[in-house]
């Protein structure tokens, strides 16, 4: 994981001087440490392809290969001794160091508290096997293409008390996923693959694209409902005068939201790190657009000079300090707030008129009180005048929304109805899915879903939530699922299944709507809490001012 090819820098012991000062200590408390030591190492080796094996809750083995540069013999060797590192060579370059392990390697901490063996090759002719039992080294040849992998074993067997203060196999693994996702959303130019017992949990392909990263990490629906952003700003004051912050990342639209901030990853100078003031700026950033004690899915990564960031402040590198914060907070919140007002401008954009200007989605907290019902376009869209716009409603987008609060108001604080299905309906599905579907069954039960297996991946569906009476489907089973597999709570998943019930019964394109009816519908749309998107992120309402028709008549 560290490197030892040509073009890159040995491993070294440090000098006492520099070792007093980075004083890693025990970095290994649980097997997430282990994990995100191994994935730090792996990038700071120049690796784009990583692979991590967890079994059980990650005792019993831990395993994170990568294609990056290697190590020979020699640096390998010395790697698993304490205070040796490719990475620093004396504590003057402590305030300029960029690579995520400069602590040191932590291969000898992970040796003490498990048995690790690392099999890697810097390309040369013969790859070097490398086991650490209890203290005592054993060098072997080994093949293997250019790269580094090191599995753990049986971690913290003689430390009783460690293990003991371990959550459930469950609980460790949700740290591990939760690890591998901030890196792989905050590093879409690397590919990062999870195996969890033998099953592949999710896979990034690398592509340097965020949607991709989000796609894979989440799905293609989340994805879809996301915008990239890139944002500089260049520092005014002190010694950093004139150097740029540069803020860049991806942000999933309001509709889509979770009741706590895990889902909102940071990083800093490509390190992942749980930074709660780029966190807050963030939310900042989407004002109003959040509800009340919701918070955004998000990855949002800030590269500023490395001397203005200290990540010797916390013993597990997972947060470090600014000496410009407030600049940078300022600039997160300035390229989110920009974006997601950009994202939704994009979205009129597609469907352009032919004038200069595009449709943009109004803005705004309007209850649409003075919105006045002049015609249907299409049996799609509902036309209205207000004052000096006319304004554009997707019917099936707003009766969406109104049809999704009043699901959620029905069900506030209560468990949802359920409504039997005779015959019971059988489902196939992935794998993946039908592992769902064992390891959360009483989240299901909760949520109105009564799934049992019946035989390989196929689930006999015998009762499904049906909220006022409206029941789900099949593929609203597959969506929570989904929103289950992706490390989410049973709150969320029941408010990702309310959006999928709300469009069952919900207007679509080409119902026609008498003069009344669409009247009802905009003022329905106007009472609700969020009345500008559907459930699913898409704009409910555009307009078009008086000055953009006259000039596309040429007034």
Known sequence: MSDGSADSPTVERLDEATVDRIAAGEVITRPARVVGELLDNALDAGADSIRVEVDGDGTERLRVADNGHGMSRRDAERAVE????SKLRDADELPATTS?????????????????????SDGSEHGTRLVVDDGEVQVTDAGRARGTTVTVRDLFADRPARRESLGGAGAEFATVSSLVARYALTRPDVSFSLVHDGREVFETPGSGAYADALAAVYDRHVA???????HETAL???????????????LVYPSTTRSDRSH????????????????????????TLLPDGRHPVAAVSVSLPPESVDANVHPAKAEVALSVRDAVEAAVETGVSDALTTADLRRSGEVAMGLDESLAPKAGDSALAEADVVGQFRETYVLCAEGDELLVIDQHAAHERVNYERLQAAVAGEAIERADLSPPETVSLSPGEAAVVESHADDLAALGFDADPFGGTTVKLSAVPAPMGLPADAGAFRETLATLAGGDDPADARDDALAALACHPSLKAGDALDADDAQALVERLGQCEQPFACPHGRPTVLSVSEETLAAGFER
């Open 82 to 85: 304490r205070h040796a590192t």
């Open 264 to 287: 909102l990853r940071t990083a800093i100078n490509d390190r992942p790190v749980v930074d709660e003031g780029i966190r807050r700026a963030t939310e900042r950033g989407y004002g």
């Open 100 to 120: 995520l392990g400069f602590r040191g390697e932590a291969l000898p901490s992970i040796a003490e508290a498990g048995r690790l063996e690392l099999v890697t």
């Open 224 to 230: 879809a409902r996301s915008t990239t952003f890139s």
């Open 236 to 250: 005014s004051a002190g010694e950093f005068d004139g150097a740029t912050i540069h803020v860049d990342g991806v």
